[in-house]
């Protein structure tokens, strides 16, 4: 079952911060972040498992709420640079595919 | 290091038609996954390798889908015959194993008139 995301669109001006989450109606072992620029390849951000920390990767990092079975994704002090849509990807277990959700689109300006 | 190579970009057929798509991944990823992208949605796997066996392809229309990973490397994706819904970008991706970060090739772009 497909994750959901919200919001579907953001605009942020340079430097202002924002949230992205990823919710599923299902229990997950892992929530993975991709983002993907127009015409090209989706980007891996990072991976959360079930029991793992909160994970941060220069001024973007997420945390997983297992019992919410929920995600988001904190992008602090944007840049120009982070537009994109964000995708979350999610899976039951470990040996499960990962199912992606529609995306939310970030656009960033001066 | 080299990424995901897919070829073509850009394919445009009129329906009917058979298409084939090539993926070479990443060299040393045992996994393989092919995703369709439709315009403005999420990947949607089809497909994925475990070097050369097929494990996951609930998702794969085999009516008119299908796919081969000869020696656990390159990897082609057929339609055959193609209809005006299969219009989408198709990717496809490797990872080393089967958890963890997935690397994604550009993708091709099918357009069926």
């Known amino acids: 079952q497909q994750p959901v995301q919200s919001p579907q669109a953001v605009i942020l001006r340079e430097g202002e911060d924002a949230v992205i989450n990823c919710s599923s109606s299902?229990?997950?072992?892992?929530v993975h972040w991709y983002r993907q620029k127009h015409g090209e390849a989706p980007v891996f951000l990072m991976i959360?498992?079930?029991?793992?920390e909160q994970k941060g990767h220069d001024k973007i990092s997420a945390s997983f709420n297992e019992k919410k079975q929920q995600s988001s994704l904190y992008l602090t002090a944007s840049q120009l640079s982070y537009s994109g849509t964000y995708f979350c990807?999610?899976?039951?277990?470990?040996?499960?595919?990962?199912?992606f959700g529609p995306g939310t689109s970030l656009s960033v300006i001066p | 290091e080299a990424g995901v190579v897919q070829s073509p970009r850009y394919k445009i057929i009129e329906k009917k038609q058979p298409v084939a798509f090539w993926c070479n991944p990443i060299s040393g990823h045992n996994t393989l996954y092919w995703y369709l992208q439709n315009l403005g949605q999420g990947p949607e796997l089809l497909i994925r390798y475990e070097n050369e066996e097929a494990v996951d392809d609930s998702q794969l229309p085999k009516d008119r889908f299908s796919a081969e990973r000869l020696k656990g490397v390159d990897s082609t994706l057929k339609i055959q015959p193609a209809e005006l819904g299969d219009s989408a970008v198709y990717l496809c991706a490797s990872s080393p194993g089967r958890l963890g970060e997935q690397f994604f090739g550009p993708g091709t772009r099918l357009t069926v008139l």
């Open positions: 299902k229990a997950l072992y892992s």
């Open positions: 959360l498992l079930k029991g793992g």
């Open positions: 990807g999610t899976e039951k277990t470990s040996y499960d595919k990962v199912i």
